[in-house]
DNA sequence: CGCCGAGTTGAACTGAATCAAGAAACGTGG
DNA sequence: CCACGTTTCTTGATTCAGTTCAACTCGGCG
């Protein structure tokens, strides 16, 4: 169950199997089916979670009803509402399961104390939280400069398989278009 | 010179005197006037910079020409390209003075030798970019939800005073629309 | 079998970009 | 302190990418 966090950490910091251990305390498995939501809009987000197996993805609804996402989460990637988390406000955002998913949950209370007794983990998550900070800016400048057509393509370079897992007109709620949009460009793009 | 650093780390962590003017030495301190580059596109960015005094942008210019700003760069605040300064590639991003400053700069040897002597700034770091991150995941999902006109007077009270400190060409060029869009919304709302 | 969510396609519409031209503000040198 | 060029801002006409609304297809599932 806790085999990909251990990597992931493993892969930035140095931390002792003893260490990992005592951290493994601090977290609560749960599973999540397909469909059911780990955070709803209006409830505070009390969990911040690491995606040990499965699919999640964080997104809006705005006041027309549009859904838009913010996140995939993907094996071994961490997917919370942060503001939320950190302040205790009600959250904009739903968290849902686009598959099966195992998870390693976390509340705020307990992430204090993690860190603070392994003050080693501060560098971990400053390494994953700036990584994350480095792609959502390129993220932000893309959508500014480049046309929804290579936001499309390079969505599918950078998660591969994504489409076979994911439903169109979530991607296309992710690059930031209707379906109709997309469904037309992916018919340019296959007409060359 | 280190007043608002040492202001802006208090905020956020505790930290002696003895410990801060440790971290001093670390740090150049450099004033840069108005019109001059700290970064230019094509080269690495050496330095990531804190804002004692004056103003910057961050800036990147796509294929046609068009300027599109990722960052303001205000008292108090941290510039930098982070992906080109943490792995030494060429960076994509221009960083310009838009007022004299006075900045204290950071090498990324120095940075990794700071952090490693004073791990106490490792949370530091850590609150800082997460903050920056839950406002540019912010910025991300309005782009993508509300108008141009939402996005305006919002920067407006998010940053008090940054039009009298701006020109309005790159306020457009922030929230993400031509000098012309921005010209007629800003005379639409003037006259209601 | 009928229903529902997902995807496609068409036609009309719209917000913003582009192209173009002129007005206002600014700053630098004489 | 004025004159000149440069930068900034505005306004108009046209174009275009993407939305909206609507109808239809397809496949899965109770």
């Known amino acids: 169950m806790f085999e990909f966090l251990q990597n992931k950490i493993n892969d930035t910091i140095i931390i002792s199997d003893q260490e990992f251990e005592h951290a493994k305390t601090f977290f609560m ?4 089916r397909r469909k059911r939501f ?3 809009e209006g409830d505070p987000c009390v969990y911040t ?3 040990e197996k499965g699919l999640l993805r964080s ?6 009803g549009n859904e838009h996402i913010l996140q995939f989460g993907m094996q071994g990637w ?5 503001y939320s988390f950190l302040t205790g406000e009600a959250s904009e955002y739903n968290i849902e399961a686009l598959e099966d998913s195992e998870l390693l949950l976390i509340t705020k209370p307990s992430w204090d104390q993690l860190l603070s007794e392994l003050p080693v983990l501060e560098r971990y998550f400053r390494i994953l939280i700036q ?3 480095i792609a959502t800016q390129n993220r932000l400048m893309r959508n500014m400069t480049i046309t929804a057509e290579q936001r499309y393509t390079n969505l599918l370079s950078e998660f591969p398989g994504i489409s076979q897992r994911v439903p169109q007109h979530m991607i296309a709620s992710y690059i930031g ?3 109709e949009t997309l469904s037309r460009l992916r018919s340019q793009i296959s007409h060359q």
């Open 29 to 32: 498995p749960k599973k999540l």
């Open 38 to 40: 780990l955070l709803q």
């Open 49 to 51: 979670c690491f995606v």
């Open 59 to 64: 997104f809006r609804i705005d006041d027309k």
């Open 78 to 82: 961490w997917v919370a509402d942060l």
């Open 131 to 133: 990584n994350n900070l």
């Open 177 to 179: 278009v209707t379906r």
